[in-house]
């Protein structure tokens, strides 16, 4: 009765999420400095989607087609999975280290994937070539930023007394400033070639997104999602300490190697389409473990829906606060994150 009673549960926030999300998409597509009504959102995307189709054939204005379908709902899009990939990322770090203060911002994951993004924004091109210079080369280098970062935060918090969570953090720390300093000299030695795009993956934000943009940090959210999923007793068994993880079977060592890798390709490929943005892998894995527990199987796909939701949000939010000027996104997101991490302290969260 009680394992029911958890799956109906279950299913009724699954749904309630979906439906958030739906209606979500819709105002962040809506809301803007040209408010869009809700009908007619639709009726573009129907449209563009099924040309073909009489019911959706109308007389669209165009400068609405080109903000709905060109502009925002790329946007939104992007969000959606930048917001559900850093969730994903942050709770599996979270489980990976047993320390409930860690995520790909403050292990220093996201600061090594910006660095290598604007490695290949600054310097790719000039000594490759022009064919170099596009969003594969700025998602390789990002995805190589972040694993080195994350074999840098693993090998400094391994010396010593050994692995511990605060250990870890510190080290996460430390390797998040080496990577911010080695970011603002690159930004500095080009202060006339490309800085402001530079700036763009520094500070955070999606108002790069295109649609050719969105193919792969969709395939690797989802590809992630898949993978951890089938993983998700193992993370579970991590939760209780490398003995206990052992005495059920998991290879702790090569699982954490396998997560180190996970985790490094999904940051990385995050931060090549949207900047730095921190504190979304810290704040909604807590809300999901507080609303439906500690068990991967729930936190891991309800999580990313409402890390989904909480992304489209805080970029309508950057968008609109100080219109016509934006807000960069890691700025927003700071200022949710930063006291909910001051919270967690208080609360013990370290431990």
């Not at 070539?129 to 990002?142: E, I």
């Not at 530079?198 to 959210?221: E, H, K, N, Q």
């Not at 949207?274 to 729930?298: E, Y």
């Not at 999580?303 to 219109?323: C, E, K």
Request: hydrophobic share 55%; proline share 4%; aromatic share 10%.
């Amino acid at each position: 009765m009680r394992f029911s009673s958890i799956r109906q549960r279950t299913g009724l926030l699954a749904l309630i999420l979906c439906i958030l999300l739906f209606v979500s998409i819709t105002m962040g597509v809506s809301i803007g400095s040209v408010s869009i009504p809700f009908g007619r959102v639709w009726g573009i995307i129907l449209h563009q989607l099924f040309p073909d189709w009489q019911t959706f054939a109308r007389d669209w204005p165009k400068n609405e087609v080109g903000i709905v379908w060109q502009l925002r709902l790329p946007r939104v899009l992007l969000g959606s999975l930048v917001g559900a990939g850093l969730m994903m990322a942050g709770a599996t770090i979270q489980s990976l280290v047993r320390n409930s203060l860690a995520d790909p911002y403050l292990l220093g994951i996201s600061s090594g994937a910006c660095a290598g993004a604007v490695l290949a924004i600054l310097f790719a091109g000039k000594l490759l070539g022009a064919a170099f210079s596009g969003m594969p080369t700025v998602s390789l280098l990002a995805f190589l930023g972040a694993l080195l970062a994350f074999a840098l935060v693993f090998l400094i918090a391994s010396r010593g007394s050994g692995l511990t969570p605060m250990r870890m953090v510190l080290s996460g720390l430390a390797v998040s400033y080496i990577f911010m300093a080695m970011t603002n000299f690159l930004v500095y030695l080009n202060q006339r070639s490309g800085a402001e795009t530079a700036m763009f993956w520094m500070l955070g934000g999606l108002g790069g997104a295109r649609w050719d943009r969105l193919p792969i940090p969709f395939a690797v959210t989802s590809f992630c999602l898949v993978v951890l999923m089938l993983q998700s007793r193992s993370l579970n068994a991590l939760l209780l300490g490398d003995e206990s993880a052992a005495a059920l079977g998991v290879d702790v060592q090569k699982f954490r190697r396998f997560l180190f890798v996970v985790t490094s390709v999904l940051t990385g490929a995050l931060v090549a389409a949207s900047g730095s943005i921190g504190f979304v892998g810290l704040v909604v894995p807590h809300i999901m473990r507080m609303t439906v527990g500690a068990d991967h199987r729930r936190v891991l796909p309800l999580g990313a829906l409402l890390g989904a939701v909480f992304l489209i949000w805080a970029d309508v939010f950057s968008r609109t606060v100080m219109a016509p000027r934006e807000l960069p996104l890691g700025i927003v997101t700071g200022f949710v994150g930063a006291p909910f991490f001051i919270w967690l302290l208080g609360r013990g969260g370290h431990k």
